[in-house]
T-cell receptor
Framework: EDQVTQSPEALRLQEGESSSLNCSYT??????LFWYRQDPGKGPEFLFT???AGEEKEKERLKATLTKKESFLHITAPKPEDSATYLC????????????FGKGTTLSVSS | GAGVSQSPSNKVTEKGKDVELRCDPI?????LYWYRQSLGQGLEFLIY????????KSGLPSDRFSAERTGGSVSTLTIQRTQQEDSAVYLC??????????????FGEGSWLTVV
């Protein structure tokens, strides 16, 4: 069964304290791995798509990386406005199916 | 429109009543998805449309749930005889086409359903 596991469930950082969020997956035939940010009371906001192991993408203080078993979302020198829940999702299978989501990591950054 | 639009944004209904949730995808997006997000849970896939047809209904939790899409655009998710466990945020998303390689999937703000 295709599965996505995110860790930690919650992460508290001080402003400027860099860290990483983990997304491990077991799927048959990965077609893409997606990262989203979700603020309270809002829908998920797209951040990155990664398609193959070794791929990296960056956006401001965020950098996403992908291996054959997991993805990391690195947050460099975070600011309070980076506080949100970060969701990881995979699309798998030959024909392509809907995204399978992890439960997310809730990040809190204090000043 | 500029983004995926959902209505109502909030709905409180009595147990046993039927509810309809509406989704207006981004113009030109042929693929449309419904997800459910319960408190403390991840997003749960419900159904996906390609155009007006629904090739994948595997996530619908029971026969009380149904969805349709007309004109390749607006979709309606209907929940009959609502139960308290149906309380959740119902999220709609759309993309240019279902083969997501190279096509970003965009979410709406969700419809918050509370069954009392």
């Amino acid at each position: 069964e295709d599965q996505v596991t995110q860790s930690p469930e919650a992460l508290r950082l001080q402003e400027g304290e860099s860290s990483s969020l983990n997304c491990s997956y077991t799927v048959s035939g990965l077609r893409g791995l997606f990262w989203y940010r979700q603020d309270p009371g809002k829908g998920p906001e797209f951040l990155f798509t990664l398609y193959s192991a070794g791929e990296e993408k960056e956006k401001e203080r965020l950098k996403a990386t992908l291996t054959k078993k997991e993805s990391f979302l690195h947050i460099t020198a975070p600011k309070p406005e980076d506080s949100a829940t970060y969701l990881c999702a995979v699309q798998a299978g030959q024909a392509g199916t809907a995204l399978i989501f992890g439960k997310g990591t809730t990040l809190s950054v204090s000043s | 429109g500029a983004g995926v639009s959902q209505s109502p944004s909030n709905k409180v209904t009595e147990k046993g009543k039927d509810v309809e949730l509406r989704c207006d995808p981004i113009s030109g997006h042929t693929a449309l998805y419904w997800y459910r997000q319960s408190l403390g849970q991840g997003l749960e896939f419900l159904i996906y449309f390609q155009g007006n047809s629904a090739p994948d209904k595997s996530g619908l939790p029971s026969d009380r749930f149904s969805a349709e899409r007309t004109g390749g655009s607006v979709s309606t998710l209907t929940i009959q005889r609502t139960q308290q466990e149906d309380s959740a945020v119902y999220l709609c998303a759309s993309s240019l086409q279902h083969r997501l390689s190279g096509n970003t999937i965009y979410f709406g703000e969700g419809s918050w359903l509370t069954v009392v």
